[in-house]
């Protein structure tokens, strides 16, 4: 059994109503009980996004480029990279 404990936080800016820039990131905590093991596999993701609010206001569109871990077991932070297309819509 294993279980994560997820802290998350974020800046955004809104440049105007319709255009926002969101600075994210958080610490995730890894935990498995039965090996005796309590949060010392951390995890520390990074993630900067750009986006806007388009179709009167119910759809969200979003591109993001994300450093899923500053603190890697091995390696460097840059290796574990991603970029994501986001889109959100509200009824």
């Keep these: 059994m294993q279980f994560d404990l997820l802290l998350d936080y974020g800046l955004t800016w809104n440049i105007i109503p319709e255009i926002f820039l969101d600075l994210s990131s958080g610490a995730n905590f890894g935990m498995y009980p039965a090996n005796g093991s309590f949060g010392d596999r951390v995890e520390i993701p990074l993630q900067l996004s750009a986006g806007g609010t388009l179709i009167n206001g119910d759809l969200d569109l979003a591109l993001a480029f994300r450093l899923d871990n500053l603190n890697p077991p091995a390696g460097g932070a840059i290796d574990s990279k ?9 009824f």
């Design 82 to 90: 991603s970029v994501w297309l986001n889109a959100a819509f509200r």
